[in-house]
């Protein structure tokens, strides 16, 4: 079975850095891209970027380029979404998801998300 | 402001067909055949229903169909069923540069 598994809940200040997780099985992890999703609490679907993990070739929604930092460990299967110093704007669930190298755009199937709370 | 426009609502009563429409530009929806359609229920991650435009994955009622006239795409489900009402969002595949993918802003389906 396909399947990605997030790291769990987390709950910080602002200013704080993270790194959460999402890790792949079932499937050659090098031979699909990873994205991440953002979800605000009660909104819709944000693209954020996603990462080649063969090569770690990354690129960034400009809603989003230089506040996160995607990477990849190809050797443990795993993606990471990274923050320096969050902010209270940062609180929202966040999925990771498989997608096509051809670059078609479908995620499937998508990790069960992280849900991150930036508060003081 | 979503790339891609969605109505808010839709709502039918079992049994009945609706369709969700999904309106871009020739960068996106109309320069592309790669339209996807998502369900999510509360508190869930999203799930792929339609890929390309037209296809199902596997595992996926053959009640969900997709289909793309000019700029605008769109989702219909026959034979409504309760299990049916939740949130879809429609995306496509982007030429202006990044975002590589961008998402519509969400329908809510009601089933009455």
């Known amino acids: 079975e396909v399947q990605l598994v997030q790291s769990g809940a987390e709950v910080k200040k602002p200013g704080e850095s993270l790194r959460i997780s999402c890790k792949g099985s079932g499937y050659s992890f090098t031979s699909y891209w990873i994205s991440w999703v953002r979800q605000m609490p009660g909104k819709g679907l944000e693209w954020m970027g996603r990462?080649?993990?063969?090569?770690?070739?990354?690129n960034y929604s400009p809603s989003f380029q230089g506040h996160v930092t995607i990477s990849a460990d190809k050797s443990i299967s795993t993606a990471y979404l990274q923050w320096s110093s969050l902010k209270a704007s940062d609180t929202a669930m966040y999925y990771c998801?498989?997608?096509?190298?051809?670059?078609?755009?479908?995620?499937?199937?998508w990790g069960q998300g992280t849900l991150v709370t930036v508060s003081s | 402001q979503s790339a891609l426009t969605q109505p808010a609502s839709v709502s039918g009563s079992p049994g009945q067909s609706i369709t969700i429409s999904c309106t871009g530009t020739s960068s996106d929806v109309g320069g592309y055949n790669y339209v996807s359609w998502y369900q999510q229920h509360p508190g869930k991650a999203p799930k792929l229903m339609i890929y390309?435009?037209?296809n199902r994955p596997s595992g996926v009622s053959n009640r969900f169909s997709g289909s793309k006239s000019g700029n605008t795409a769109s989702l219909t489900i026959s034979g409504l069923q309760a299990e049916d009402e939740a949130d879809y969002y429609c995306?496509?595949?982007?030429?202006?540069?990044?975002?590589?993918?961008?998402f519509g802003g969400g329908t809510k389906l009601t089933v009455l």
């Open positions: 390309d435009v037209s």
């Open positions: 995306s496509s595949y982007t030429s202006s540069s990044t975002p590589y993918v961008v």
């Open positions: 998801a498989r997608s096509s190298s051809t670059g078609s755009g479908w995620f499937d199937p």
């Open positions: 990462i080649d993990p063969s090569d770690s070739y990354t």
